[in-house]
């Protein structure tokens, strides 16, 4: 697990699209209500619920209660796991595509 403590799979929690919008509109406000979450999706109050605890669970979302509401916000720290991972891959296919195109130019003379 990782500095967070993490419940979850920082991948698994955002290989779903739905959780992917949450933490998308998660980015774009410091923090949001329950209620206001749930009004952007075509879906009830309870299944938006249980993909907000996957992402809690992942260390990406953190809520707190305000009187009888619960708000939540996102701590994108988690997601330079995912950034590493793509970036190491970037790198990959950076160097592979310039040694083909050595290779091509190659021919080419």
């Known amino acids: ?3 967070n403590n993490q419940l979850r799979d920082v ?3 955002i290989a779903d699209p739905t959780r992917r ?4 509109l998660l980015a774009e406000v410091e923090e949001i209500p329950l209620h206001e979450l749930t009004a952007q999706f075509q879906m009830g109050r309870t299944a938006v619920s249980k993909h ?3 992402l809690k669970e ?4 953190l809520d707190r209660k305000v009187g009888r509401e619960t708000r939540f916000r996102l701590n994108a720290s988690p997601l330079r796991e995912i950034k590493d991972w793509v970036a190491f891959y970037s790198k990959f296919w950076s160097t592979n595509m310039l040694r083909l195109n050595q290779l091509l130019e190659e021919e080419e003379e």
């Open 1 to 3: 697990m990782s500095e």
């Open 11 to 13: 991948f698994d929690a």
């Open 21 to 24: 919008r949450l933490i998308r």
């Open 52 to 54: 907000l605890t996957i």
């Open 58 to 61: 992942a260390g990406l979302v």
